[in-house]
């Protein structure tokens, strides 16, 4: 599981452009279906030694003038709860303010390791000023451009230093079973769920978001097989802020990810397809993770015979990044169809842990090839030698063509359906990788 390093500061001192810098570009899912690239609080940097999560407090939404103190106190608040590194920049260029002394002060406290970056130091007269943030009592300032780039090895390092050790593989036992992750908005019905699932009151179930504050695991079996559900945080408590504090849920959600193969991902059949559940959804997508979509409330619906059918066309119109994921449509208050669930959750793992022969690979390949030759490159026509599969949960491939960097994203997504088409796959992504054939 990967760690989180959070950022947090005041607005326009450069929170965005050091999230950038830190993760090497200008973050997005690239994924080409419509509603799958949006901009991102959250990017998982695998390029270092130890990866982690990187999370950009800032851009939840606009921080009012009158309430800036309280939210920055809030935003450090929730990074000193959820993150092992904590990133606090300050700006070089307007100098030293009340409120960075508050929460300097607050996350002096904190027992894990918090950096003081000072931003927008491009040369001598800002490296000068930037002695003042001194009588925060930090030793050891860091002093950035984050635009420029100016000190970004350095801080990269010393992160690297702070990050606890990387996570060790998975045992061989640990495989056989399936971790189940329950994801979804604040007061979607979670717990709810949970406790339908296992049959007993597991965890405490409660109509005001936020009543479940950790992640909380639990091993059952079905048919014969081992499952761990997890069962994961809602909203921390709001206070009297302004923030709209349930975009935080997404913390919890992506520690989860990080641990389970498959995720039900929870949607308020009341409230309807929220942009939070399409983020949720996306970081299930972009972390390959199996998913089933569970419309939970559906008892609280007004239906006709046409209902269901209008809110499956929603469900595959805004989640095109999940083809063919299954959707039940269930009340966990009353236990509706809930029963229905694990079947699917058997069969998304059995396709997310499924392994292809080699030659049935390039059957499908070489058929693929015939019916819609790959793109010209360089004046050349490109060339796919053969395919194999390297890894399971998620379904991992690898192309060997004669030239890696002229295949097109829409040729991917080519290729991917025809795995679909010849073998499946349903609810979990597919990962392809393009080499350069050795000659």
Not at 316 to 341: E, M, W
Not at 354 to 360: F, L, S, W
Not at 385 to 394: I, L
Request: aromatic share 8%; glycine share 6%.
């Amino acid at each position: 599981m990967s760690a989180i390093v959070a950022i947090v500061g005041r607005p326009n001192v450069g929170k965005s452009t050091l999230f950038n810098r830190l993760a090497g570009r200008r973050i997005a899912i690239v994924d080409d279906y419509p509603g799958a690239t949006r901009d991102r609080n959250y990017a998982l940097i695998t390029r270092h030694e130890k990866p982690f999560t990187l999370v950009d407090t800032g851009g939840f939404e606009p921080v009012s003038k009158e309430h800036l103190l309280t939210q920055m106190r809030e935003q450090s608040r929730l990074a000193m709860e959820e993150a092992d590194v904590i990133l606090f920049v300050l700006d070089a260029r307007e100098g030293l303010t009340p409120a960075d002394r508050d929460v300097a002060e607050m996350l002096r406290r904190v027992e894990k390791p918090v950096f003081f970056i000072v931003n927008k130091v491009e040369g001598p007269a800002q490296e000068a000023a930037a002695g003042e943030f001194y009588t925060l009592g930090v030793d050891n300032l860091c002093l950035v451009s984050a635009e420029h780039g100016l000190g970004m090895g350095e801080l990269t390092q010393r992160i690297q230093d702070a990050l606890p050790a990387a996570s060790m593989p998975e045992e061989e036992e640990e495989r056989q079973e399936t971790r189940l992750a329950v994801l979804g908005r604040p007061n979607v019905g979670k717990s709810s769920l949970v406790n339908r699932l296992l049959g007993y009151e597991r965890v405490i179930a409660n109509p005001e978001a936020g009543t479940t504050r950790d992640s909380v695991d639990t091993r059952f079996e079905h048919q014969g097989k081992t499952y761990l559900l997890i069962d994961t945080a809602g909203i921390r408590r709001k206070g009297r802020v302004s923030l709209k504090l349930e975009k935080y849920a997404v913390v919890q959600a992506l520690r989860s990810l990080d641990r389970c193969h498959v995720a039900l991902m929870l949607i308020d059949a009341v409230e309807g397809i929220t942009d939070q559940d399409l983020t949720i959804a996306g970081y299930a997508h972009e972390r390959g993770r199996a998913v089933v979509l569970v419309v939970n409330k559906w008892d609280l619906v007004q239906k006709d015979n046409a209902t269901t059918g209008r809110f499956v066309q929603e469900v595959r119109r805004t989640f095109k990044f999940l083809p063919d994921c299954p959707v039940h449509f269930v009340s966990a208050a009353t236990g509706q169809r809930v029963a229905r669930i694990m079947a699917d959750v058997e069969k998304v793992d059995r396709e997310f842990s499924k392994r292809i022969t080699t030659a049935e690979l390039n059957r499908v390949l070489k058929d693929a090839e015939i019916s819609h030759p790959p793109p010209m490159y360089k004046g050349k026509r490109l060339k796919l030698f053969y395919m194999t599969q390297v890894s399971v949960r998620p379904p991992t491939f690898v192309i060997f063509v004669s030239r890696a960097a002229g295949i097109h994203f829409s040729y991917q997504r080519y290729l991917v359906n025809c795995l679909r088409q010849a073998f499946g796959f349903i609810g979990c992504p597919i990962r392809l990788k393009f080499k350069d054939r050795e000659h």
